[in-house]
């Protein structure tokens, strides 16, 4: 008898989702051809393609924008917020009764494990909705003041939104359901690599009977973000991607009256402390990094560990990763799942060779990475110093570089050393050190004793590179009104 248990594989079914061989664009409550070319979606996990996708060239992009703008001028705008609130409940609802479907189609998509899709991208999703359908008739109430003539706050218009691959549906949520509430019509661009919820999304607001044009889906890939941030009927443009892009969008942007919301990336440390529960710590820096393969804007990348307990910690949480399970994103034992993407991967692997050229040690637990797809093995580096690159930049993979310090002093400059800012993590006994840090932190959130944790209630943003404006929450509003 082998002394221990293997998991019995458990596969989540794929016959729940019905994917089409193509899929057109969707302006003005319809599906329509595209007048550019197709591009493919692939599964990471076996490089099969999924589906074609239309890449909607700049007159698609237009025809959206009017679209979204002819239903913002007659019905959306007019609407009273009691009736938005409404569409907005019944999309959430739909969200909950077709859960699995999205769930299976975005691991599929994606090549996250389904237990991260099922149990936190959907149902983190509809409670987007569910949220700010709680606020559509209360906008006067959201403490954003009252214009000159007494009239409450005003959407903006139309909302062109850009969102990356790592959370497609999430990301999409967080941007569509404030949109919305305010009273704004857009036309929402999905990452290349991950459009098919996207476009399930469209055929649950055809299902939800919301009015045509009021949510508006186009395909493609940075040519068509670019064609949409920059159209001159676009009031209002709210990105999530990378730091390098959000900088150009803010270039492109820059001189014209759209207001813009930019959520970037991020190199956040998860600080542990001498007198942290030690056990409740590791699963904590797991969930940091390697949660949904490390593609995660606010993961802790950086593991700032207290000297004293440095050699212990490290222990444990080798043993701890070498538990972790690498395989099948349908396989609802799967830990941790496949990277999006082959740029994604070679990206990886070159940061990684280049922190053990620069002199880091380098560990992984022993997994056997499946044949085909794109896989990376969940690694941690050791003896990391912080003028390394892997240190600084952001790997968006399964790799955590691990530093150590000596005082709360030395971890907060550790910690604040680097162009961006937008999460940090803190593990101690001690509330007052937790005050203490999150004073002292420069990051738009501070989890204590806890990592990677979102609820829809709570604002999410960056300082310095990790972008400006706050999503979720009362803030989240703002970036929606006039
Ligand atoms: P990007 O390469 O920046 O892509 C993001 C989106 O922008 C994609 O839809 C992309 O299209 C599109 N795009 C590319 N070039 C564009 C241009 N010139 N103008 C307009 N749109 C353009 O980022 P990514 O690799 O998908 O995502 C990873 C990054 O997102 C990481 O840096 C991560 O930290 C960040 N992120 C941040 C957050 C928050 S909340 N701060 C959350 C998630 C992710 P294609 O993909 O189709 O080319």
């Known amino acids: 008898m082998p002394d221990i248990f293997e998991y019995a594989p458990a596969p989540e079914s794929r016959g729940i989702v019905d994917i089409k ?13 595209g007048h550019g070319t197709s591009f493919k979606t692939v599964n990471p996990a076996t490089e099969e393609v999924l589906a074609e996708v239309a890449e909607a060239d700049a007159a698609d992009v237009d025809a959206a924008v009017a679209a979204a703008r002819a239903a913002y001028d007659s019905v959306w705008s007019r609407m009273p917020g009691r009736e938005r609130a409404k569409y907005l409940f019944r999309i959430a609802r739909i969200l909950q009764e077709r859960g699995r479907e999205l769930a299976v189609l975005e691991s599929i998509d994606n090549g996250k494990p389904i237990k991260e899709s099922r149990d936190v991208d959907v149902p983190t999703a509809a409670a987007h909705f569910f949220y700010y359908a709680g606020w559509a008739d209360k906008l006067e109430h959201a403490g954003l003041g009252r214009r000159q003539d007494g009239s409450v706050p005003r959407p903006l218009g139309v909302a062109g939104q850009v969102i990356p691959w790592n959370f497609p549906l999430l990301m999409l949520a967080w941007k569509i359901a404030p949109a919305l509430a305010c009273g704004n019509t857009v036309v929402l661009k999905p990452a290349e690599t991950t459009p098919l919820t996207a476009l399930l999304f469209a055929e649950i607001c055809q299902q939800a009977d919301l009015p045509p044009g009021v949510v508006n889906i186009v395909t493609g890939a940075g040519a068509t973000g670019q064609a949409l941030v920059a159209h001159p009927d676009v009031d209002k443009v709210a990105f999530t991607g990378s730091t390098e892009v959000g900088k150009a969008i803010a270039r492109a942007v820059a001189g014209t009256s759209k207001k813009v919301t930019l959520e970037l990336g991020g190199k956040a440390a998860n600080i542990v402390f001498d007198d942290a529960p030690i056990d409740q710590a590791v699963e904590g820096v797991v969930n940091g990094i390697f949660f949904n393969q490390g593609h995660v804007c606010c993961a802790g990348s950086r593991l700032l560990v207290q000297e004293s307990v440095a050699e212990e910690f490290l222990a444990r949480l080798k043993r701890r990763m070498g538990t972790l399970r690498v395989g099948d994103p349908l396989d609802k ?15 990886i692997r070159e940061l990684s060779a280049i922190g053990e050229a620069e002199g880091a040690g380098r560990w992984s637990p022993a997994c056997d990475l499946p044949a085909t797809g794109y896989w990376f093995p969940p690694t941690i580096f050791t003896g990391v110093s912080q003028a390394h690159r892997i240190a600084r930049e952001e790997i968006f993979g399964p790799v955590l570089s691990v530093l150590t310090f000596r005082t709360p002093a030395e971890a907060v400059e550790k910690a604040n050393n680097t162009p961006f800012g937008l999460s940090a993590g803190v593990w101690t006994e001690k509330g007052s050190r937790i005050l203490f840090m999150a004073d002292r932190l420069r990051a738009g959130v501070v989890w204590a004793n806890t990592f990677n944790k979102f609820d829809p209630a709570s604002p999410f943003g960056g300082y310095q590179e990790s972008g400006y404006g706050r999503e979720g929450g009362r803030h989240g509003l703002e970036g929606y009104l006039r």
Not at 26 to 33: M, P, Y
Not at 333 to 342: E, K, M, P
């Open 21 to 33: 061989p193509s899929y057109g664009l969707f302006i003005g409550g319809d599906f329509v051809e």
């Open 333 to 347: 034992n799967t830990d941790i799942g496949a990277i999006n993407s082959a740029e994604q991967l070679a990206k």
